[in-house]
């Protein structure tokens, strides 16, 4: 117990009388490995688990508690079953395929992570805060490279960002000379599992480092024509502060493809959400009904055109998502039918035949 304490398991909600537990560090391809919190293994999935587990959400990801039996080749273990999540961070995989992708589990807090010298994008940031919300886990947001910017250009960022992140902590950090690096670490207290996201480039890696003190992940200069990061970190890793929190750094997102989030959205856009309850109407489409207080607040500037657009358009997004999901859900099923019933015709067939 006392070990599995340094990957997070006060912080778990599971009973501990199960035997052979152990949590994702890192996956590749088809191989685990994973830590009892005295040793790590290489892990690959049993047989049994194959067959029972259809959706690309029910394989382990990295920061998962399993179940796994140690094999007789030393350091080699067989993950059995993948215990319940208590938070999940999903996005819509990379591709075509309508498919769900588990970026991190278990995890507490998420480091929605941004640079302060390129490229700060709030309708970005939106994104991430609602996928947090739809996690389980809750937000922090933090603002790289405050070394390269000026104390003005600092607190106009953050007043830029609060207007987006309500009730959200904003914490601006360099790894260079390891300003506010104190206040991140206050999220970051034993046992405490936390996730840091974010595009390429923005720091990620080297706050990983600088939180580590030491080199545990490769960093890369950014491309100085268009200031985007280069996807240095290829996968994700769970690492372990010498405290005995437990971090994720999880390779750069090109753009954060929603796959589900419409009951958090009124987390994320309190401000509006709050006004809609204002509306005259109480089914108010905000258009152009009288005494709509959201088309009011438009006027005065108390609510942005761009903010409520952002709000509608991730509405329209998550909508459009679901309606994809139960789409491939419905063919899943059909492709489903259509296998067993060509078994059963096979096997009558066979029985007329004797
Ligand atoms: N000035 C300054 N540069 C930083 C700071 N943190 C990171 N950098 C630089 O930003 C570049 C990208 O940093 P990485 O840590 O590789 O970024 P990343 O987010 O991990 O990128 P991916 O692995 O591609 O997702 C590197 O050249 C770092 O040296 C900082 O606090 N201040
Ligand atoms: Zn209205």
Request: charged content about 30%.
């Amino acid at each position: 117990m006392n070990n599995l304490c340094k990957l997070g398991w006060e912080n778990s909600n599971h009973s501990t009388n199960l035997e052979h537990l152990a949590r994702v560090i890192t996956v590749q391809k088809n191989s685990y490995r994973i830590s009892d919190g005295k040793m790590e293994y290489l892990a690959h999935l049993s047989g049994k688990f194959l067959n029972e587990t259809n959706s690309t959400m029910d394989y382990p990801a990295v920061g998962d508690w399993v179940e796994a039996q140690k094999l007789e080749e030393e350091k080699k273990a067989v993950i059995r079953r993948v215990l319940p999540r208590k938070s999940q961070f999903v996005r819509q995989a990379a591709g075509l395929k309508t498919e769900a992708q588990i970026v991190a589990a278990n995890m507490d807090t998420v480091f929605i992570v941004n640079s302060l010298n390129h490229d700060l994008n709030v309708r970005r940031i939106e994104r991430y805060v609602l996928a947090t919300y739809d996690s389980g886990a809750t937000p922090v947001i933090v603002l790289t490279k405050k070394d390269a910017c000026s104390q003005e250009e600092v607190e106009a960022a953050i007043a830029t960002v609060e207007e987006v992140a309500i009730g959200i902590p904003i914490i601006a950090v360099s790894s260079v000379s390891k300003d506010g690096v104190a206040e991140l670490m206050e999220y970051l207290p034993a046992g405490r599992t936390v996730t840091l996201l974010g595009s390429s480039g923005v720091g990620k890696s080297t706050l990983v480092n600088t939180l580590l003190g030491k080199e545990v992940q490769d960093t890369k200069e950014i491309r100085e024509s268009d200031s985007r990061g280069r996807h240095t970190t290829t996968h994700r890793e769970m690492f372990s502060l010498p405290n005995g929190a437990l971090l994720i750094d999880t390779p750069g997102m090109r753009e954060l493809q929603l796959w589900d989030g419409e009951s958090s959205i009124d987390t994320t856009f309190q401000d509006v959400e709050q006004l809609t309850t204002e509306c005259r109407f109480t089914d108010c489409r905000h258009d152009t009904e009288p005494g709509c207080r959201v088309q009011e607040a438009l006027a005065t500037g108390e609510l942005s055109e761009a903010r409520f657009e952002s709000y509608l358009k991730l509405q329209r997004e998550l909508a459009y998502e679901k309606r994809k999901q139960n789409q491939k859900a419905k063919q899943d099923e059909k492709s489903r039918w259509k296998h067993i019933s060509k078994f059963q015709k096979e096997h009558y067939k066979y029985h007329k035949k004797r």
